[in-house]
């Protein structure tokens, strides 16, 4: 399986729309979205295929049922009730998952988290729980290993000078970075 992992388009949807595109000549089967995902055009660019998303620190909830933004504990409410949002509620591709993400493809444990709760974000990292944490929020890529577990940063697609993303290999977890 081929998975396309990508962060922070901040609803720059001609960065995700070239993305997009390169998913398709890549033959990317699932996506997962860490986060700062800024708008729900995004998500419609994103939409065709399966998709897991988690919500950042910039994300206002006005795609979420909320014109005003809200609190880290109303956006992960309002997150986990997103398929009662009707624009995606009839789409199985689009998977919100709050502010944290639990996941298993092709057997690979996998949690998501945008980044910017630092230490639940190196509890994941350290709690052998998971064989990939992918993680956003810093608009740099970053991989290193930590015990058992592969932790993730694909860099971000606007706001910052070299905007890529992973496509990476499961279950073998050999990735490539690839630049907009």
């Known amino acids: 399986m081929k998975l396309g992992i990508l962060s922070d388009t901040h609803g720059d949807t001609q960065a995700t729309l070239a993305v997009a595109r390169m998913f398709?000549?890549?033959g990317v089967d699932a996506l997962l979205h860490l986060g700062d995902i800024g708008s729900p055009e995004v998500l419609s660019v994103l939409d065709s295929r399966q998709g897991y998303y988690v919500v950042g620190n910039c994300d206002p909830v006005y795609y979420l049922g909320s014109r005003s933004r809200e609190t880290?504990?109303?956006k992960r409410v309002i997150a986990?009730?997103?398929a009662s949002y009707p624009e995606?509620?009839?789409?199985?591709?689009?998977?919100?998952?709050?502010?944290?993400?639990?996941?298993n493809l092709e057997g690979?444990?996998?949690g998501l988290h945008h980044?910017?709760?630092t230490e639940r974000l190196w509890r994941m990292c350290d709690s052998g729980e998971f064989d990939l944490v992918c993680y956003g929020h810093t608009h740099t890529f970053a991989e290193e290993q930590r015990?058992?577990?592969?932790v993730l940063n694909p860099g971000a697609l606007v706001r910052t000078p070299r905007?890529?993303?992973v496509v990476m290999d499961l279950p073998s977890l050999q990735y490539d970075r690839y630049y907009i």
């Open 24 to 26: 398709d000549e890549l």
């Open 72 to 74: 880290c504990e109303q």
């Open 80 to 82: 986990a009730n997103y």
């Open 88 to 103: 995606f509620e009839e789409n199985p591709n689009v998977n919100l998952l709050g502010t944290f993400g639990k996941i």
């Open 108 to 110: 690979v444990r996998i």
């Open 115 to 117: 980044g910017h709760y």
């Open 147 to 150: 015990k058992k577990t592969m």
């Open 163 to 165: 905007p890529g993303f």
